[in-house]
């Protein structure tokens, strides 16, 4: 145990020059994930990073684990076969809005509905980026493109009401550069099921500050970092969300000298999947962008339920190869008829 | 017999064939239990010891509307006392058991073969649905037959009174009537078919008996009534074959107890994803039941999902196996390349169907060939076994496994749904006799300052497997080009011309484990060579054998390894004056033969959703050597 202790963010580098733009928010997320991964008590050996295809995806070259870029959409049915096979693994899926949500949404959407335990980063760039810049599932409409010149028509897909959706039971939010980055990647690590985390992340070449309306710094109030069993409050305290009974909606209120209790401040449940619900779905208007975790609410997990089943259908049959191909109605010829 | 295990008797030299053989056509509608009907009447024509093959031939639709010609569900049968290795090509035999059953089918029939009719179901409501003006039974139309009628449902009815049930359950055992007067007429014990529909109906007791009470009945019925006529008990004797313990076999189950014995062979586990599809599904089923052969079954979200997770297993350490037939193969298509980009071992079934898009779900084709062989993106090569009959598959997919984790590849495994829904007899290998090849998985740590070198290869040009969870050995692979010696990326040209010729030599070096090609019937250096592959092989074969009889220079090559082809297959193609090559496509294997060795090779093509009849072969063979 204590040589684990002893790994650091380096032990979990490769010697592989990446090859992102640069300033590409992935380079902050590789950090992130690097330095978090000593903390988790990861063993490089145990630990398998799947991707898909897309900017986001050539993140296992740089991880020094065992890893796997597989084909576009696609990293959730590898990532279902190597924990069937192996459910000791730790798997982290790597994917992107296109890889996750438009070409491979229908893995996502599985992986996530069966409840595999692993990991899923979803690095929401609203942009097609490995292919230049075309606008992808989640970008807002109207957004200009190679192959949307006079603007996008089509209503964009939220990614954590997708995963919600879809029976996600853990579902979270981070920011590319952002700090509290590593606690959501602990929490999700911490999440026994497959833990959705969608992050942020900066394209500077397609699609730059496209976040920045609550990313800048001048705009951290738009932030709204959720705790367990605090209450929902943003803009330095100044104002919490709460919920209006009358509509069954969400609200903003504000908050004075932090008197959070009268102004009927929220306080967060992450087991309350209406309250997720309404807070991945807040308007970008007045209110903030719910960040952390959302939803954490762990439910038995896919592989387990296989191994046991497996493991009880096998109980007390002796895997014997000749009583199996000798199974079902047999008859046995003595000898040649014609021989005499 | 597909066993080959068979001695050729006196009788087979007869030119027409065995005369001791019958083919049987049970016909009726899809909820009227053909299915099973033959498949028991199979099962007590196999426990006879008669040689037999069978030809389930039913419709796509579930549930097609009753009485209706697209309703109208087939099972044929052909046993005898000798080597049967087709379904037959007429029957002698048609138990009709509505308007609709006897349209669809009595064209076929022999010339004065025997018609069965369930009189009771020739009412005007029926008659019209099968679109008949006039009664056949009654109007003449069926003279150059023998026919014999009766209301099989109101003697069915009346044998299961005493058990109570309603009308409906009451008729729905008509089947097992008809079976007991299939088995009079052949001799056959009842005894199994009573053991089987006890388990069958263990939970419901009455229906157990009321079955039996119709098998009974029919049976009686064949023994007492007094039609005379062309209604008579036949016996045939068993068939020569080999001592030894027998079983009846179908296509799907056989592939599933060879991946199985295949995987054990080599000392792994399995992980089967796959997805339902007529006619694959049926392999997913059984092997859904051998968990205690360290099988995990997948039922993944869609084709494509069933092979990645297979190649995710792969990587994992696991045998990862797929299985679809044509549309989903074609689904699966990306994936392979990345199996064949990562260089890891898998094993894709297709049972084809008829093609292309959804085509004949059903129906038997062997069109996927070039798909096999060609079917991907950049240059891809991969291994292609295909299988020639039920039996032959268990061996093939032993074989699939063997090739797929000694090269770190996938294979393809060729199958039809002929192969997997007909039942032949198969002698029970000795599993004693196979020998393991088991894995051994890269556990070396490279020494310090070293890097991990996951694409070192061994003599067969096999990178090296090193599973997940190894510590020391971590590593990545990837769909993106990699370096010929470390495995990281590479875009460079002369790296890529290096692996694509790398990768290319190590699925042509797979020929050097495989065996020669032999000549299946005849000799090298005939007039005319019949050259097959897959399911064609019973009635090729059975052909080339009548054809031979007659004293024609004629030889039958039957080819299991499409790709790589066995070293000597050129050679010995050489040898021949003329080839002809029947296929159920377009003519694929005449194309790959004509490229690979530049010979003059003729197809005998037949894309009709039905295999090939022995005489259709045996008229090929005529015209070929009278060109
Ligand atoms: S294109 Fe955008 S997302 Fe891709 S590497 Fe460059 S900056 Fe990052």
Same mark, same amino acid.
């Given at each position: ?208 500050? +496209? ?43 504000? +908050? ?85 | ?110 010339? #004065? ?68 007067? %299939? ?45 005379? #006529? ?39 586990? /399995?992980?089967?994803? #796959? ?32 092979? %990645? ?98 090269? /770190? ?89 290096? /692996? ?42 059975? %052909? ?42 377009? #003519? ?24 090939? /009849? ?14």
């Amino acid at each position: 145990m204590n040589e684990l202790t002893k790994l650091t963010a380096k032990d979990f580098a490769t010697d592989q020059e990446v090859r992102w733009c640069p300033g590409c928010g992935d380079y902050a997320v590789l950090k992130a994930v690097q330095r978090t991964m000593p903390e988790l008590g990861a063993k490089p050996e145990n630990t398998v990073f799947i991707s898909g295809i897309g900017c986001s995806s050539r993140f296992p070259y740089y991880m020094e684990t065992y890893g796997f870029h597989t084909i576009h959409g696609r990293a959730p049915a590898i990532a279902t076969g190597v924990k069937l096979a192996n459910p000791d693994l730790d798997v982290w899926i790597i994917t992107g809005d296109g890889d996750a949500l438009s070409i491979g949404g229908n893995h996502t959407m599985h992986v996530l509905r069966r409840n595999l335990d692993c990991q899923i980063l979803l690095f929401n760039n609203e942009i097609y980026g490995l292919t230049k810049g075309q606008y992808s599932p989640t970008s807002r409409a109207g957004t200009r493109s190679p192959s949307t010149p006079y603007g996008s028509v089509d209503r964009p897909a939220n990614p954590c009401a997708f995963a919600l959706g879809s029976g996600a039971r853990f579902v979270a939010r981070g920011i590319d550069v952002s700090k509290h980055l590593p606690d959501v990647l602990k929490a999700a690590y911490a999440h026994k099921g497959a833990a959705f985390v969608e992050i942020y992340q900066n394209c500077i070449v397609y699609n730059d500050d +496209v976040f920045a309306p609550f990313t800048a710094k001048e705009n951290a109030g738009k932030q709204l970092w959720l705790k367990t069993g605090e209450p929902m409050l943003f803009d330095g305290g100044a104002k919490g969300i709460a919920l209006d009974v009358e509509t069954l909606s969400l609200r903003v209120v504000d +908050v004075t000298d932090g008197d959070w209790q009268s102004a009927g401040v929220l306080v967060h449940n992450p087991q309350n999947k209406a309250l997720a619900q309404m807070l991945v779905e807040m308007p970008s208007d007045i209110f903030p962008v719910a960040l952390g975790v959302i939803f954490d609410s762990p439910a038995p997990t896919f592989e387990s339920a296989v191994v046991e089943q497996n493991k009880a259908a096998a109980a007390g049959k002796a895997p014997n190869l000749q009583a199996l191909v000798s199974k079902g109605q047999s008859w046995q010829v003595e000898k040649e008829p014609r021989a005499e | 017999m597909a066993t080959a295990t068979h001695i050729v008797t006196p009788e087979e030299s007869e030119p027409h064939g065995p005369l001791e053989a019958v083919v049987v056509r049970f016909a009726g509608d899809s909820g009227d239990g053909m299915q099973l009907t033959g498949g028991q009447f199979t099962l007590s024509t196999a426990l006879a010891g008669n040689d037999l093959a069978t030809f389930p031939d039913f419709p796509a639709e579930i549930r097609a509307p009753q009485g209706t010609t697209f309703g109208v569900s087939a099972f044929q049968i052909n046993f005898g006392s000798s080597a049967i290795e087709t379904a037959g090509d007429a029957p002698d035999v048609l138990v009709a058991m509505n308007p609709a059953a006897l349209k669809v089918n009595v064209a076929s029939l022999k010339p #004065g073969g025997l018609i069965i009719a369930d009189e009771g179901e020739f009412g005007a409501r029926n008659l019209a649905k099968a679109g008949y003006d006039a009664n056949p039974l009654d109007d003449g139309s069926l003279a150059k037959w023998q026919l014999i009628k009766f209301n099989i449902s109101q003697l069915t009815l009346d044998a299961v009174k005493p058990f109570g049930l309603g009308n409906k359950e009451a008729l729905r055992c008509k089947n097992m009537w008809t079976l007991g007067l %299939a088995l009079w007429m052949f001799d056959r014990d009842r005894g199994p078919i009573e053991d089987w529909l006890k388990t069958k109906f263990a939970k419901a007791p009455e229906l157990a008996e009321a079955n039996i009470a119709a098998l009974n009945a029919g049976h009686a019925f064949g023994e007492t009534a007094e039609i005379g #006529g062309p209604l008579k008990q036949h016996h045939i004797d068993p068939a020569p074959a080999e001592p030894g313990l027998y079983r009846t076999i179908t296509g799907a189950e056989s592939i599933s107890l060879g991946l199985v014995a295949g995987t054990q062979l080599a000392g792994l586990k /399995m992980f089967f994803g #796959g997805y339902p599809i007529t006619p694959a599904s049926a392999i997913l089923h059984h092997l859904s039941r051998l968990k205690e052969y360290d099988v995990t079954t997948f039922q993944a979200e869609d084709e494509i999902a069933a092979i %990645a997770s297979a190649i995710g297993a792969s990587f994992a350490g696991s045998l990862g196996v797929t299985s679809s037939s044509g549309p989903g193969i074609a689904l699966k298509g990306e994936a392979m390349g990345l199996a064949i980009m990562t260089e890891l071992p898998l094993v894709i079934v297709n049972s084809q169907r008829g093609g292309p898009s959804t085509g004949l779900p059903t129906k038997t084709e062997q069109s996927d060939l070039y798909q096999a062989v060609y079917g991907r993106n950049g240059d891809a090569p991969m291994p292609v076994i295909s299988a020639r009959s039920p039996a032959d598959a268990f061996d093939c997919a032993i074989e699939a496994v063997r090739i797929a984790v000694q090269y /770190m590849t996938p294979v393809m495994l060729l199958t039809d749904g002929y192969i997997a829904n007909a039942a032949e007899p198969w002698k029970v290998p000795d599993m004693g006799g196979y020998a393991p090849f088991p894995v051994t998985f890269h556990d070396e740590r490279p020494a310090e300052g070293e890097q991990v070198l996951a694409y070192k290869r061994d003599d067969k040009r096999a990178r090296v497997w090193i599973k997940p969870g190894s510590e020391g050995l971590m590593h990545r692979i990837g769909g993106i080009e990699k370096n010929v010696k470390t495995g990281h990326i590479d875009y460079n040209p002369d790296n890529h011309q290096a /692996m694509t010729d790398m990768r290319a030599a190590k699925v042509m070096g797979v020929a050097d484990t495989i065996p020669d090609q032999d000549v299946t019937l005849g000799e090298a250096g005939s007039k005319l060579a019949v050259v097959g592959w897959g399911s064609t092989f019973g009635p090729i074969h059975q %052909a080339v054998r009548r054809a031979r009889k007659q004293g024609l220079d004629v030889s039958h090559v039957h080819i299991r390894h499409i790709w790589p082809l066995p070293k000597n297959l050129g050679e010995l193609l050489a040898t021949y004056d003329r080839i002809i090559i029947p296929e159920m496509n377009n #003519g694929q294997l005449k194309t790959l033969l004509r490229d690979q060795y530049l010979v003059d090779a003729k197809p005998v093509l037949k894309v009709s959703g039905q295999p090939f /009849m022995i005489a259709e072969i045996e008229a090929a063979i005529d015209e070929a050597l009278n060109a």
